[in-house]
């Protein structure tokens, strides 16, 4: 059942819609379709649901393209002079700093920014947080215990001989959740990118291989095919939920690092006033709690929004201190780093 406060806020967001195709703001397109193209850097399912949401509450249609987070990046660098895209919704926060960054980016300060915490936004209005996502370790139990190794809780224990071809992680040059294992190393390492590096060389031989989506070791420990991935809890959450009772998530004791999953407008947007109308819909608690609908447990930016049971609590998880601008700046360099000294590497 409808609340009367959602209802007035699909009112409201359906007149806004409308205005689009009558008349856009100074310095925008001249004209708006009244539809919106949105990048979307979350779950296929995640995407379609908000996407459907959206239109249902506003009459705006929505269309989504699933990408990883480094594949956005390069797929709006490639549109500058004509975006594909209106907005930019899900996905690890860096990449939208890094964008940003580049001038691909619409400053926007959206009156419901108001409620999300400054930690969970960029100050100048570049992208504002929808969830956040704690990066962990998502564990076969079967197949640990069947080499005699125990759930890691410990960067260090990836380093585990027994665990060698066994661990799942992405490529941080496509996912953003790659990176956020990598920045996490360097953050633990005092900012050193150089020591960071060490330890992804040191746990190359470990890795079965480097996918391009971020949930994918998720899906490859399900199988069995290694015994630990490195990816955000909530995708081992939803893995587990798929019937696979056996994976288990742990957190490592040094510290993690975390998503602030971002919405953004992008720069030079076919259809800004829609693209305005959708960031104002995904900063509602009605937006961010669908994600548990889909089997996404991310924990809301919005603290009004309601929180699954299967969510992680922030308060009992070692987080390191992330810093998603710095994150931004270092990103193409140290990924193509990455990529040269560590993915190529003999094993």
Request: charged residues 15%; hydrophobic residues 40%; proline residues 6%.
């Amino acid at each position: 059942m409808h609340t009367p406060g959602r209802l007035l806020l699909a009112g409201a967001l359906a007149l806004a819609a409308a205005a689009c195709t009558r008349q856009a703001p100074a310095g925008t397109a001249a004209a708006d379709t009244g539809e919106v193209t949105v990048a979307c850097g979350a779950t296929e399912e995640w995407c379609a649901a908000h996407t459907a949401a959206f239109t249902a509450a506003t009459g705006v249609k929505a269309e989504f393209v699933r990408l990883s987070s480094g594949d956005a990046l390069t797929r709006i660098q490639a549109g500058r002079a004509d975006p594909e895209f209106d907005v930019w919704h899900g996905g690890p926060a860096d990449g939208y700093a890094a964008a940003a960054g580049q001038g691909l980016l619409e400053p926007y300060v959206s009156p419901g920014a108001a409620s999300i915490p400054a930690r969970y936004k960029d100050p100048s209005g570049a992208w504002t947080g929808v969830y956040v996502g704690v990066l962990g370790f998502c564990a076969n139990t079967e197949v640990l215990a069947e080499k005699g190794v125990a759930s890691p809780t410990s960067w260090q224990a990836l380093l585990d001989p027994a665990l060698s071809r066994n661990i799942g992680i992405a490529h941080p040059l496509t996912s953003g959740t790659a990176f956020t294992a990598l920045w996490t190393q360097v953050v633990l390492n005092g900012g050193d990118t150089r020591a960071a590096l060490r330890y992804m060389r040191k746990l190359h031989p470990n890795v079965l291989q480097y996918s391009k989506s971020g949930a994918a070791p998720a899906q490859q420990v399900a199988r069995g095919e290694v015994g630990v991935g490195v990816v955000f809890s909530h995708d081992c959450v939803a893995t587990r939920e798929q019937g696979f009772p056996h994976l288990e998530s742990t957190f490592p004791v040094e510290g993690t690092g975390y998503e602030v999953g971002g919405v953004a407008l992008v720069k030079g947007a076919h259809n800004p006033v829609s693209a305005r109308a959708y960031v104002d819909w995904a900063l509602t608690p009605a937006a961010q709690e669908i994600g548990p609908s889909v089997r996404s447990y991310q924990v809301p930016t919005n603290p009004r929004a309601k929180i699954s049971g299967h969510t992680v609590d922030l308060k009992t998880v070692r987080l390191v201190d992330y810093d998603i601008a710095g994150a931004g700046t270092a990103k193409p360099a140290l990924t193509r780093e990455f990529d040269a000294t560590v993915a190529q590497a003999p094993r």
